[in-house]
C-alpha cells in the first residue's frame, strides 16, 4: 500500500512568487485535505478536496487555491507569496469526508524571503 | 482563536514511567478527539481517537481519557519507551462551512523520554 507522498520536500521562493505544491494520495483515498503548519504551531487546516470539487474550507485567503485530479492527487496553489506563508504544508488523505483518521504526507517547507 | 489547547510546550519523562499529556478544547461541538505522533522530517501518524460517547479508549501502552464535562483529555503512556520521544498533537474533529468534517489541532507537546 502506497502512502501519501508530497513534491517538492523544501523549496524557497521570494515575496510575491507563486508556488506549486503536489500530492499523491494513499491508495483507495479520495479525499484529500491541506494544512499549513507553522513554526511552533500546530497545523492549521487550509481546505478538502474530494470528487475534484472544493468540500470545505479554513481561514485563508483566496490566494490559497487547490485542484484535485481524476487519480484523486491534489495540488496546492498559493499565489502572491507573503513572508508569513513560510511553513510546512502538510497533505493528508482519508476515505470520505468524514472526521477521522488522516494520512499525512512528509510535508513540503516553504521558505519565503 | 485557539480552540484546541495543548498548555505544556514540553514534557520529559524517566523511561518506564507514566507519561501524561493533556489537551483543552472551548467548542463544545467537537465529537470526535485524535492524538497524532510527530517525528522530525515526517508528518504527523494517527496515534489513538476517542468518541464523544466515550470516557476512555485504551490501545496498547496508550490510553486516552476524555473529560467532556471539563472539555479536556489527556494521553498516557505506560510504560514510556525512548521511541516515544516525539512531538504528540491533540486534533478534535468539527464541521468545516460545507458541512464535512475537518480536524483542528493543538500546538502540540515534545515529549523526551529520558533513558
Known amino acids: 500500500e502506497t502512502g501519501v507522498t508530497q513534491s517538492p520536500t523544501h523549496l524557497i521562493k521570494t515575496r510575491g512568487q507563486q508556488v506549486t505544491l503536489r500530492c499523491s494520495s494513499q491508495?483507495?483515498?479520495?479525499?484529500v485535505s491541506w494544512y499549513q503548519q507553522a513554526l511552533g504551531q500546530g497545523p492549521q487546516f487550509i481546505f478538502q478536496?474530494?470528487?475534484?470539487?472544493?468540500?470545505g474550507r479554513g481561514n485563508f485567503p483566496p490566494r490559497f487555491s487547490g485542484l484535485q485530479f481524476p487519480n484523486y492527487s491534489s495540488e496546492l496553489n498559493v499565489n502572491a507569496l507573503e513572508l508569513d506563508d513560510s511553513a510546512l504544508y502538510l497533505c493528508?488523505?482519508?476515505?470520505?469526508?468524514?472526521?477521522?483518521?488522516?494520512?499525512f504526507g512528509e510535508g513540503s517547507r516553504l521558505t519565503v524571503l | 482563536d485557539q480552540q484546541v489547547k495543548q498548555n505544556s510546550p514540553s514534557l520529559s519523562v524517566q523511561e518506564g514511567r507514566i507519561s501524561i499529556l493533556n489537551c483543552d478544547y472551548t467548542?463544545?461541538?467537537?465529537?470526535?478527539f485524535l492524538w497524532y505522533k510527530k517525528y522530525p522530517a515526517e508528518g504527523p501518524t494517527f496515534l489513538i481517537s476517542i468518541s464523544s460517547i466515550k470516557d476512555k479508549n485504551e490501545d496498547g501502552r496508550f490510553t486516552v481519557f476524555l473529560n467532556k464535562s471539563a472539555k479536556h483529555l489527556s494521553l498516557h503512556i505506560v510504560p514510556s519507551q525512548p521511541g516515544d520521544s516525539a512531538v504528540y498533537f491533540c486534533a478534535a474533529s468539527g464541521l468545516t462551512n460545507f458541512g464535512n468534517e475537518k480536524l483542528t489541532f493543538g500546538t502540540g507537546t515534545r515529549l523526551t523520554i529520558i533513558p
Open positions: 478536496y474530494y470528487r475534484e470539487e472544493e468540500n
Open positions: 491508495s483507495g483515498h479520495n479525499t
Open positions: 467548542n463544545s461541538m467537537f465529537d470526535y
Open positions: 493528508a488523505s482519508s476515505r470520505g469526508t468524514g472526521g477521522g483518521e488522516l494520512f
